[in-house]
């Protein structure tokens, strides 16, 4: 089946760096991509859509200069923390469509960020 | 916009007691709906979904759920919970096209005692 990698699982970085999450769809053809972001307790908000070779597609209240995305091929999407802070520190989630999972979606299994 | 709403923050159960997750949308097109499940410290799984079709629809590990249209519901049961059912439910909605992002609801806490 469609298979989502998402790498690193987990990442500290310090205050002010930059910090960059891969999201790899293994086996398939990922026309789109989607970006979520899931503090404790609480539910996956939306972050950002992608359509590969176009740019991404912010949710309101998402800063697109501090979160850089980049679907340069079907089958990678990067998310770059620019400029971390603590309050960045979160779950991120990737997530793929396209063929192969029947424009179902496939998640990858999360990035732990915690900035110090 | 669309939302979805999930009733029930917190649910806790005994083993072999059914289970209803409520779940309500809102959005008067065509949409396709989901149920995902993430146990402690996993990524999402696949539930159960429901495109067209029978609205009663079956899922993994005894799984079901029934979209009312009329309602915007999406409630999904199971008729007897394991412990192994422990887990953070979630239900998400999408518009009928391709390549549109799944909208979640806040989650239900499951905590079944054995």
């Known amino acids: 089946g469609a298979v989502v990698s998402q790498h690193p699982s987990w990442v500290i970085c310090k205050s002010g760096t930059s910090v960059k999450i891969e999201c790899r769809s293994l086996?398939?053809?990922?026309?789109?991509m989607f970006w979520y972001r899931q503090f404790p307790k609480q539910s996956l908000m939306l972050m950002a859509t992608?359509?590969?070779?176009?740019?991404?597609?912010?949710e309101q209240g998402v800063e697109k200069d501090k979160f850089l995305i980049n679907h340069a091929s079907l089958t990678l999407s990067t998310l770059t923390v620019t400029s971390a802070h603590p309050e960045d520190s979160s779950f991120y989630i990737c997530?793929?469509?396209?063929?192969?999972?029947?424009?179902?979606?496939?998640f990858g299994s999360g990035t732990r960020l915690t900035v110090v | 916009a669309q939302s979805v709403s999930q009733h029930n923050h917190h649910v806790i159960l005994s083993e072999a007691a059914s289970l209803e997750l409520g779940c309500n949308y809102s959005y008067g097109g065509t949409v396709n709906l989901f149920w995902y499940v993430q146990y402690p410290g996993q990524h999402l799984q696949l539930l159960l979904k429901?495109?067209?079709?029978?609205?009663l629809v079956k899922g993994i590990k005894g799984f079901e759920a029934e979209f009312i249209k009329s309602k915007f519901s999406f409630n999904l049961r199971k008729p007897s919970v394991q412990w192994s059912d422990t887990a953070e439910y979630f239900c998400a909605v999408n518009l009928n096209q391709a390549g549109t992002a799944l909208i979640f609801g806040k989650g239900t806490t499951l905590s079944v005692s054995s």
């Open positions: 429901y495109f067209s079709g029978d609205p």
């Open positions: 992608s359509n590969e070779g176009s740019k991404a597609t912010y």
């Open positions: 086996d398939f053809q990922a026309t789109t």
């Open positions: 997530s793929a469509s396209g063929t192969g999972t029947n424009y179902g979606y496939t």
